[in-house]
């Protein structure tokens, strides 16, 4: 066997790893992002405001221009509201991007935003997400809440 060969096989062998870890980690069990819950909504909120709002708005909007890519070619931050992407992915994928960073559902992706893994708790994030889907109108609520049961989380 060839140094090739090796190299090749060990690196099948990450990103088979890499894979089933990304997918234990989104078939986690937690308290979910519960937006009809108003004590896990008001932790959300006050965590939203202490850790992410700087990037991505106080009122969830993100940052200006957030489909362009910047000089360094990250993008900026996008919004959380409405008008944003965030309601396009199931919560377990949600969850798994705030706690592990984007890298962790795209292996290799360079992004601003921090894992928040070992800052926030399983529950504060739980609770962050859980706000923002609270300022969601109902029918953005309901089409989230559609993809959440199709992709199984």
Known sequence: MTRRHVLIG???VAIIVGALSAAALLRRDGPGAAPNDPGLVALGARIYAQECAACHGA?????PNWQQRLPNGRLPAPPH???GHTWHHPDQQL???TKQGLQSIV???VTDMPAYAGKLTDREIWAVLAYIKSTWPPEIRARQARITAERGG
């Open 81 to 83: 509201d409405a008008s």
């Open 107 to 109: 292996p290799g992706y």
């Open 10 to 12: 060990l690196g099948a």
């Open 95 to 97: 969850f798994a991007i």
């Open 59 to 63: 009122r969830l909007e993100g940052q």
